[in-house]
């Protein structure tokens, strides 16, 4: 059977490249874009399958009634992907807090409002599944994305949560982890920060240079990476957690490993911390 979409941030790159891989099969596909100039466009897509909502994630009023407007449109919501977001490159020190507020508002507040306004059309129509876009910065630390790793660490780990939350209801949840795609990351999707220090300038120098050939370097291809994200939507029972590409998965696995290492180098000296009866009658 086809499934109804929503798909936040479809101008580009995994959003836009799963939209198409939806739509493709047969399924109806509501995708949000922040430029209105695009809607049009991204309609005529499939006629009467594609529907383009004009959302800004970080409008506090405009998310519910895009959620009711897409379900509206295609009579229903089965999968929800949370794609919309952008990398603030910098050291942690040169970020404004404006930066910093708008880094957390679209990555993290921006896919807990969706999930808000969908969880009562979801409950009420017995089940769905939910779709959170985090990243492989999720589980290890990139050095001059400090505010990028803690979004999508926050991201994974609400997505962990709600799956215990709702999944009594029916509703499926997943962080999905990507690694390198060949997409706009490195560019139309950065943005650096305003402030800049002497001391950190050949760090963030030399990740802003390694991202500016993202789209042509990257281990992976984003037509496929909607593929695998096309299966993971029919999986009858889908993992909380998942790496997207095999560079994805194995990075995971390595930052899993080192940071298990990194807490049994303190065995012993935070962990001696039991209560002891009898020291508290001494």
Excluded at 61 to 76: F, I, L, N, Q, S
Excluded at 139 to 155: E, F, H, M, Q
């Amino acid at each position: 059977m086809s499934k109804s979409w929503l798909i936040t941030g479809v101008s580009s790159g995994l959003g836009r490249a799963l939209a198409e891989a939806a739509l493709a099969r047969g399924d109806q596909v509501a995708g949000t874009l922040r430029n209105e100039a695009q809607l049009a466009e991204f309609e005529a897509l499939a006629p009467g399958r594609a529907h383009a909502i004009s959302l800004d994630v970080t409008d506090d009023e405009a998310v519910g009634p895009a959620v009711r407007a897409a379900r509206d449109a295609m009579g229903g919501l089965d999968v929800v992907v949370n794609n919309a977001g952008y990398a603030l490159i910098g050291a942690a020190e040169e970020l404004s807090l404006d930066e910093i507020r708008r880094q957390m508002e679209t990555n993290v507040v921006g896919v807990i409002k969706v999930c808000q306004a969908v969880l009562p059309l979801m409950r009420e129509a017995g089940g769905g599944r939910i779709i959170n876009i985090a990243s492989v910065a999720a589980a290890r630390g990139i050095p001059a994305y400090s505010l990028y790793c803690a979004s999508k660490y926050a991201v994974s780990g609400f997505s962990a949560a709600l799956a215990l939350e709702v999944g009594g209801f029916g509703v499926k949840v997943t962080a999905v982890e990507p690694g390198g795609f060949r997409t706009k990351f490195g560019s139309t999707s950065l943005t650096a920060s305003k402030r800049s220090i002497e001391a950190y300038a050949p760090l963030v120098s030399m990740i802003k240079e390694r991202m500016k050939s993202f789209d042509t370097l990257a281990a992976n291809d984003p037509e496929k990476g909607a593929e695998a994200l096309l299966a993971l939507a029919d999986m009858d029972d889908p993992p909380v957690y998942a790496a997207l590409g095999a560079d994805g998965l194995q990075m995971v696995r390595d930052a899993v490993a080192a940071r298990l290492a990194e807490y049994d180098r303190s065995e012993g000296v935070l962990t001696d911390t039991a209560f002891d009866p009898e020291d508290a009658g001494a």
